[in-house]
T-cell receptor, first 115, second 112 residues
Framework: DARVTQTPRHKVTEMGQEVTMRCQPI?????VFWYRQTMMQGLELLAY????????DSGMPKDRFSAEMPDATLATLKIQPSEPRDSAVYFC?????????????FGSGTRLTVV | GIQVEQSPPDLILQEGANSTLRCNFS?????LQWFHQNPWGQLINLFY???GTKQNGRLSATTVATERYSLLYISSSQTTDSGVYFC??????????????FGKGTKLSVKP
């Protein structure tokens, strides 16, 4: 089974530190999403890419968050500096838009705790 | 932007019972998916169903795109069905295109 791989699975860091989360989308998928899930807000879209180009990052706090796709096999989400309110589960998802679209597949998430 | 509403927000079932979960959306969609988030937090894709009916074992789903709703049916529920069921849609127009918007989910608890 093809899967979306996210690392790390868990991350505990101190306030002010830089956090980098990584995602390996399914080979051949052209669309990658980053979501954040909290109890209060549910699943929020942070950013998404198509063919490695950022299409929408309006959901991200621009002053501290950045998302990139340095190549087709890697997407990154960085937080610098991290704050306690960033504590959440961050999901990456990938899919193939424009082809035989079977929807989007999610990774297992990165659980981030900022203390 | 497109709105997604799910009902009921919470559902408690006895093992073996059947249930229907509903998802209403406010605009035309070219993608609709049902996900199950299990107690370990994993989001499992159940159905990609922008229209029509699909079945997978004890689960089935129907989307009536012209009336802007989708239904997820769970038959003979098992304790392993517990978790949160999310509906997510991708709109056709403008800013909704390519943007997978989630509902707030239905939390299902199946008691033995």
């Amino acid at each position: 089974d093809a899967r979306v791989t996210q690392t790390p699975r868990h991350k505990v860091t101190e306030m002010g530190q830089e956090v980098t989360m990584r995602c390996q989308p399914i080979l051949g998928h052209n669309t990658v999403f980053w979501y954040r899930q909290t109890m209060m807000q549910g699943l929020e879209l942070l950013a998404y890419f198509r063919n490695r180009a950022p299409l929408d990052d309006s959901g991200m706090p621009k002053d501290r968050f950045s998302a990139e796709m340095p190549d087709a096999t890697l997407a990154t989400l960085k937080i610098q500096p991290s704050e306690p309110r960033d504590s959440a589960v961050y999901f990456c998802a990938s899919g193939l838009l424009g082809g035989a679209n079977y929807g989007y597949t999610f990774g297992s998430g990165t659980r981030l705790t900022v203390v | 932007g497109i709105q997604v509403e799910q009902s009921p927000p919470d559902l408690i079932l006895q093992e073996g019972a059947n249930s229907t979960l509903r998802c209403n959306f406010s605009d035309s969609v070219n993608n609709l998916q049902w996900f199950h988030q299990n107690p370990w937090g994993q989001l499992i894709n159940l159905f990609y169903i922008p229209s029509g009916t699909k079945q997978n074992g004890r689960l089935s789903a129907t989307t009536v795109a012209t009336e802007r709703y989708s239904l997820l049916y769970i038959s003979s529920s098992q304790t392993t069905d517990s978790g949160v069921y999310f509906c997510a849609v991708e709109g056709v127009y403008g800013g909704s295109q390519g943007n997978l918007i989630f509902g707030k989910g239905t939390k299902l608890s199946v008691k033995p």
